[in-house]
Each structure stands twice: as C-alpha cells, then as structure tokens.
C-alpha cells in the first residue's frame, strides 16, 4: 500500500505551483495588466481604423505593444516572486509544508518554478494582446522573433530567481526596489561604466565589476526583431541562453543556501 | 556553508560567477549597425505621424524628449513645437556656396555670427530679423514656429487658456523670442548621447553649442560621435564647423591665414575627406531611387561635405588635386554650381540641393 503521506519533491513542486497559481488568479495583478495591455489594444483597432500609413509608424506601435508586453509580463513576474517567502512565513503556512516533509531547496526551486512558468503564461498572453493586432508593414525576421520567444522565459526565471534570493535578504519593499532598479537600469548601468570608463586598471575593473550585474537587456530581442534585423548566430545565441542559465542557477543556489540556514 | 554533497556545486557555480564578466562582456545581441529604430527617416516620420501627434510631447524616442529639453532650456521655458527629427541643421546655417576667403563669414547669415560669439546671452532676436540661415536656426528652426500652449487668437478655452498662459512661460509665436547662452543645455547632449550613442544629432548640435565653451572638448565630442557612427555626415559637418570657427578666430582673414588657422583648416579637409567619403558611399548605396527618399537636410549635408571637401583642398591642398576632386563630386552628383567653379567648369542652374528643396516642396504640396 502506499503510503500517502509521502511526498515527492515531483509532486511537491506541482502542489506548490498550485498554490502560487491560485494566489495569482486571487490577486487579481494579471487581470489589471491584461485590462492595461487591452487600452492598448483598443488605441491600435482605433489607430487602424484610421489608417496607419506609414511602416515606421506600424512598426513603432509592434515595437511599443511588444516592449510593453514583456516589461509587464516581467513586473508581474517579479511582485509574484517577491511575494512567495515572506508571505509563507509571515503567514505560517510554511511549517505545514516544511513538515510535509518538503526539503528548503525544494520548495525554493518549485515556487521559482512556479513564478517563472506564471510569467512566461503570462507574456504569452500580453504578447497576443500587444503585437498580434499591429499590422506588419515591414519585413521581419522570423528567426529573431522566436528567438526573442526562446529568451523571454529564460530572462523571466532569472528575474524570478533574483527577486526570491532577494527577498530572503531583504525587506519586501526594499527588494522591489532593488530587483526593479537592476531590471530597467543595470544595462544603462553596464553601458555607462564601459563608457567612462578609462583604459587604465581602475577603469577596467570598474567595467568588469559592473558586468556582474544581472542584464536583462540582453535577453530581450524585441527591439531587434522590430529594427529587421537576421537572428543571432548560434554562438551568441547559446551563450545569452548559458548567460540566462547561469545568472538564474546562481540566484537559486544563493536563495536556497539563504533559506536553509534561516530559522522560520 | 554548503552541504559536503553540494559543496562542488557551490564551487563551481562561484567560480563560473567570477568569470561571468568574460562572457556577459561578449555578448552583445543589441549591439547591430543599421536598424529602424535608429533610422533617422524613420524617427522623422513616426514623430510626424498621427501616432506621434497623439502622444504628443512624448516622443519615440528618450533621446529626443531629452533634444526637446535643450529646446526648452534654449528658450527660456517657452515651449515651441519642437522639430526634432531634422537630423542636422548645423548645415543649414553655413551651406557654403562660397569658401571664406576674406573677412566675410562663410555662411550667409542675415543674423550676423558676432551676436552669438560674443557670448551675449539673453539677447533678443527681432521679428525682422530672418532666422531662415541664422545660426539660431541651429538647434530648430523657429522662423513662424507654433507654440505648444495655444496662442489667444485660436484658443477656445476661454479664461482656462488665458489662466495657462499666466502661469507657464510662454509668449506669442509672434513676438520677438529670446534664445539663452546655450550652457545650460550642454549636459544634456552629453546624456543623451551617453544614453544613445546611435544618436547622430545629439553629436551634431552638441558639437555646435560646446564649441563656444571649450573647442578642444567640441572636437572630442565630434570624434566620440564619428568613431560610433562613421557614416553620419552630419557629424563631419559640424565638426568641420567647429574646426572653421577656430580657424576664423585664429586668424579673420582666412586668405591669408597663419599657421594655426592653416593647422585648423587641414584638420577641417581631413575631416570633410572623411565625410565625403561617407557621402559617396552613401550615395552608390543609395541609388537614384534611394536618394528620392532623402530629406532636404540629408542633401544639404551632403553637398556641405562635398563642397567643403573640395573647396578646402584647393586652399590648403594640391589645386590639381581639388580639380579632380571636384570632377569626381559632379560626376557622382550631377550639377552643382560651387563644385563646377572649383572643377573649373561653367556651369548654371541650380544645385543639387535646390532641386532637392524643390522637389521636397512639390511633393509636399
């Protein structure tokens, strides 16, 4: 007979992805982006009513339907994220789990799990919002474009992991803050220390050390998708999803070692 | 610490950690020539288009709001509707038809160059006073521009746009306007290039206004933007303006000039031989259909360069050579007056980028 009270991390995980889905739905965050998302969409059946008449114009609204839709696709990701810990813990739930037995590791790596396959859900949707109603004017590489699909749930796990490393450390409010500011500005961070940087020692450690930043920027490809431009070669394009990888086995392994040696 | 089964892993995630930087240095996927986004046609016609107009002030692009800014500052707080997309109008006021050669100023302003040079800051312009070649014309081009805040003659908000009017800077398009030193709004091209390297005018205009500062860091500033964007004329313009300025300052009569003047203005052919070379490129790449597209500000540059090329050639380099030159330039161009007069041929009508003019305002009609 079996014994029923015996987890598997398999199951755990799927039970705990659940539950993060359910508090999604009850959160109601992904209905007031779909709403946004849907203005936007409404803006473009009335901008084609009108007439779009130039291409530069079309390909400015895909450009800005789908740049809006990956940028909300990631802040739902992110609360969604920041959320999963301090709310177990704040709320007791989590000695229910822990009890189970579900290993620390394990339930950092299902609500990661979790979080990233609700934003990439997510993006799917916004995505159809966002760009499928811009007519296409211009030529566009197919190759970039599932490129650009293959990167965003990659850069969608990485934002998730960060945000529940950063959580264990840091209070909520200050984690937002935080894992915002390296998504929209570590790229302008990156660029800016290369820039100012002088050819000198100091200047080139300055570089490298910013390079440790986490860049989302690299992972998304809209922008080039819109601008016409051939996908990526196989080299560059492993070695953004290896860059993904990384940063996000990184931020889990930090999260999970973290959580181990937090008394909850 | 890790557990002794995962302490492996650990060290390997750390070390693979530490020699991240080697490949997120790599790796550049955004870093491409060319695109739509940093086209300078295309940005011109998506802040013209209806799109554009409903956003309003915000435009496509940050480094344009930021181009928008400097107009703001230039202007006292008046806000004109901004023009942003015309990628140079450095050009536009020294579109040489003639080299300076004497004490007269290469380009024909109807605002004498002195008003600014002297550093007058606050000064008024009036309504006389032609801005169609004048070097206020440099940042956009003011002559009968509209102001974002309605004025009272078309306003139908009644006391509200009166209220409005009160209280934000603002003054009839009518009236003579005033333009600031222009110092206020340097470090704003210097952001937005920073944040848009790919930003052709930013450098061009940049260069301009930096010059009356410190023309050693204008000159810079112009290289920054010609090392990431090699074939923007437009840049080569403005600095072969920076490099005829400090010519003119060092010696006035550039007839006889001394040996800094002449030191500038081999500097200032190098420089238009760069962007000449551009030019052709552009121009084959181009072709005849290609160049249809071209905005009136795209042939002004590009004749400027190639006038300039010439011209400057025959006054500090081999006249031969400048001849050549010159030859070569109509051929690839057509008919132009200023280069059939240093090509040595006589030749009327009107230029390549009259016509262009011309042909502009047809189709706009």
């Known amino acids: 007979m079996k014994d029923a009270t015996k987890v598997t991390p398999l199951r755990a995980g799927v039970l705990i992805g659940k539950g993060v889905l359910i508090e999604l739905q009850r959160r109601k965050d992904l209905y007031v982006l779909v709403f946004l998302m849907s203005l936007f969409l409404v803006s473009v059946l009335v901008a084609r009513i009108i007439g779009i008449q130039e291409p530069a114009t079309a390909t400015f609204l895909l450009n800005l339907g789908m740049s809006l839709a990956v940028y909300a696709a990631h802040l739902l990701t992110l609360l969604l994220a920041l959320r999963q810990m301090p709310d177990e813990i704040e709320h007791r739930t989590l000695y229910p789990l822990l009890a189970k037995p579900v290993g620390r590791a394990t339930l950092v790596v299902a609500k990661w799990a979790a979080c990233a396959a609700c934003g990439t859900a997510a993006v799917g949707v916004l995505l159809l919002l966002g760009g499928l109603p811009v007519p296409r004017l211009e030529a566009y590489a197919t190759g970039t474009l599932l490129q650009t699909l293959v990167c965003l749930p990659i850069s969608l796990s990485m934002l998730a992991a960060l945000a529940l490393c950063l959580s264990l450390i840091l209070p909520r409010g200050t984690a937002a803050v935080v894992a915002g500011g390296l998504f929209f500005g570590s790229g302008a961070l990156i660029g800016l220390a290369g820039r100012v ?4 020692l100091p200047g080139t450690l300055l570089a490298w050390t910013a390079l440790y930043l986490p860049d989302f920027g690299k992972l998304n490809l809209v922008t080039r998708y819109t601008d016409g431009i051939p996908p990526l070669g196989p080299a560059a394009f492993g070695g953004l999803l290896l860059y993904g990888a990384l940063c996000t086995a990184l931020y889990l392994a930090v999260a999970a070692a973290l959580f181990q040696r937090r008394s909850v | 610490m890790p557990s002794p089964a995962h302490r492996p892993i650990a060290w390997i995630l750390g070390l693979l950690f530490l020699l991240s930087p080697a490949l997120a240095g790599r790796l550049q996927p955004n870093a491409y020539t060319g695109g739509r986004s940093r086209d300078a046609d295309a940005r011109a016609i998506r802040n013209a288009s209806s799109i554009g107009a409903l956003f309003g002030e915000v435009r496509t692009a940050l480094s344009d709001i930021l181009m928008i800014k400097t107009e703001r500052y230039m202007h ?58 004048g070097e206020d014309d440099l940042l956009f081009n003011d002559e009968g521009a509209d102001t974002v805040i309605t004025g009272a003659d078309r306003d139908f908000r009644g006391v509200i746009g009166k209220l409005h009017r009160a209280v934000a800077p603002y003054q009839d398009a009518g009236q003579a306007h005033q333009h600031s030193a222009g110092v206020e709004i340097l470090p704003w091209f210097r952001i937005m290039t920073l944040s848009d390297p790919q930003f052709v005018a930013g450098y061009a205009t940049g260069a301009w206004w930096l010059r009356r500062e410190d023309a050693e860091q204008a000159l810079a500033f112009a290289d920054e933007g010609i090392a990431g964007n090699p074939d923007a004329v437009s840049i080569y313009a403005a600095k072969g303006q920076v490099l005829l300025s400090q010519a003119r300052k060092c010696s006035p009569d550039l007839s006889t000039p001394n040996a800094e003047a002449r030191r500038y203005l081999v500097d200032a052919l190098t420089n238009y031989q760069r962007g000449a070379e551009a030019v052709e490129r552009q121009w084959l790449e181009a072709g005849a259909e290609g160049r ?74």
């Open chain 1, 197 to 200: 940087a002088d050819s000198g």
């Open chain 2, 76 to 133: 006292n707080g008046v806000a004109y509707r901004p023009k942003p997309d015309k990628p140079n109008l450095v050009t536009r006021a020294a579109h040489p038809t003639t080299l300076d050669l004497g004490p007269q100023p290469v380009a024909t302003n109807a605002h004498a160059d002195d008003a600014h040079d002297t550093g007058q800051p606050d000064h008024d312009h009036g309504p006389a006073c032609s801005h169609g070649e």
């Open chain 2, 292 to 365: 249809e597209s071209w905005t009136s500000y795209q042939w002004d540059d590009a004749m400027a360069v190639l006038r300039m090329a010439a011209m400057l050639e025959r006054k500090v380099g081999d006249p031969e050579q400048a001849t050549a030159l010159a030859r070569s330039y109509l051929a690839l161009v057509g008919h132009d007056a200023t280069l059939a007069r240093v090509a040595g041929l006589d030749e009327t009508g009107p230029s390549r980028s009259d016509q262009a003019s011309n042909s502009e305002r047809r189709n706009s009609g």
